[in-house]
């Protein structure tokens, strides 16, 4: 006779009859470790963008591979910072999913260290020639220590925000060093961002107003930025210490 392993553990708990058992192993089932996927989510269509052991799934922007500052360890993605170049990180540089998406749902985790910046971009595109840096294309979702950094004084510019474009309401951005949960959702235009659970920016891409906002922005002088209706996602290299984990994508 065959056991499916937790099944039997539940089984072993209300045989034991400890007080609590039952409960606590119904709730160590329920909490899953970093990167996967609850049984549920994989029936909604939810998959996997890291994998917690290696990078597949990213490359650099531009096509090459990941870099060597782009590490991974205790189920984590991180830029490892030791090495500056310019601004960014030597071995760093932005890094996009390999894959492309149109309407979705993305979720992931990140903290930042003291004093840090990042940035969680999305339908970013991938012509060289004619842009540098994939946040010419690319809106995004700002990564930072609202405590710390010179840019939480810039409306705007704070954790949450889409950046230089709307700031969110309210800010429920967690401390340099804790794990902030995101969510990020765009279907046929209308975009919704979540910080711990909170909707904190809601817009519709690609309309009049939407033009009128670029128009007001840092964008106002990239003409393809915010424009496309298909696009990678992109993790930011702004020269600091960031991590992420529990990256995962639903198309919708």
Same mark, same amino acid.
């Given at each position: 006779?065959?056991?499916?392993?937790? =099944?039997?553990?539940?089984?072993?708990?209300?045989?034991?009859?400890?007080?609590?058992s039952?409960?606590?192993?119904?709730? !160590?089932?329920?909490?899953?470790?970093?990167? !996967?996927?609850? !049984?549920?989510?994989?029936?909604?269509?939810?998959?996997?963008?890291?994998?917690?052991?290696?990078?597949?799934?990213?490359?650099?922007?531009?096509?090459?591979? #990941?870099?060597?500052a782009?590490?991974?360890?205790?189920?984590s993605? /991180?830029?490892?910072?030791?090495?500056?170049?310019?601004?960014?990180?030597?071995?760093?540089?932005?890094?996009?999913?390999?894959?492309?998406y149109?309407n979705?749902?993305?979720?992931?985790?990140?903290?930042?260290?003291?004093?840090? &910046?990042?940035?969680?971009? =999305? /339908?970013?595109?991938?012509?060289?020639?004619?842009?540098?840096w994939?946040?010419?294309?690319?809106?995004?979702?700002?990564?930072?220590?609202?405590?710390?950094?010179?840019?939480?004084?810039? =409306?705007?510019? !704070?954790?949450?925000?889409? /950046?230089?474009?709307?700031?969110?309401k309210?800010e429920? #951005?967690?401390?340099?060093g804790?794990?902030?949960?995101?969510?990020?959702?765009?279907?046929h235009?209308?975009?919704?961002?979540?910080? &711990?659970?909170? &909707?904190?920016?809601?817009?519709?891409?690609?309309?009049?107003?939407?033009?009128?906002? #670029?128009?007001?922005?840092?964008?106002?002088?990239?003409?393809?930025?915010?424009k496309?209706?298909?696009?990678? =996602?992109?993790?930011?290299d702004?020269?600091?210490?960031?991590? /992420?984990?529990?990256i995962?994508?639903?198309?919708?």
């Amino acid at each position: 006779m065959q056991f499916r392993l937790p =099944i039997f553990f539940l089984f072993l708990a209300f045989l034991t009859g400890a007080p609590g058992s039952l409960q606590a192993a119904v709730t !160590r089932l329920d909490t899953l470790p970093p990167n !996967r996927l609850t !049984r549920e989510e994989r029936k909604e269509g939810w998959e996997l963008m890291f994998d917690g052991l290696t990078t597949r799934g990213w490359h650099k922007y531009g096509g090459k591979v #990941v870099g060597t500052a782009w590490k991974v360890a205790d189920g984590s993605l /991180y830029l490892d910072t030791e090495t500056k170049e310019n601004w960014q990180v030597k071995g760093g540089g932005d890094i996009m999913s390999d894959d492309a998406y149109e309407n979705f749902h993305l979720k992931l985790e990140w903290k930042i260290a003291p004093n840090g &910046n990042s940035g969680i971009m =999305i /339908y970013a595109q991938e012509d060289t020639a004619k842009y540098r840096w994939p946040w010419e294309t690319a809106p995004e979702m700002q990564v930072l220590d609202n405590q710390g950094h010179p840019d939480a004084k810039i =409306i705007k510019h !704070r954790a949450g925000d889409l /950046y230089d474009l709307i700031a969110a309401k309210p800010e429920t #951005v967690r401390a340099a060093g804790e794990w902030n949960q995101v969510e990020i959702k765009c279907l046929h235009g209308n975009l919704q961002f979540w910080l &711990n659970g909170t &909707n904190v920016v809601s817009t519709t891409l690609w309309d009049d107003s939407w033009k009128k906002l #670029v128009a007001g922005s840092k964008f106002a002088k990239m003409p393809d930025f915010g424009k496309f209706k298909k696009g990678h =996602i992109a993790l930011q290299d702004h020269g600091d210490m960031v991590w /992420y984990r529990n990256i995962k994508i639903r198309q919708l």
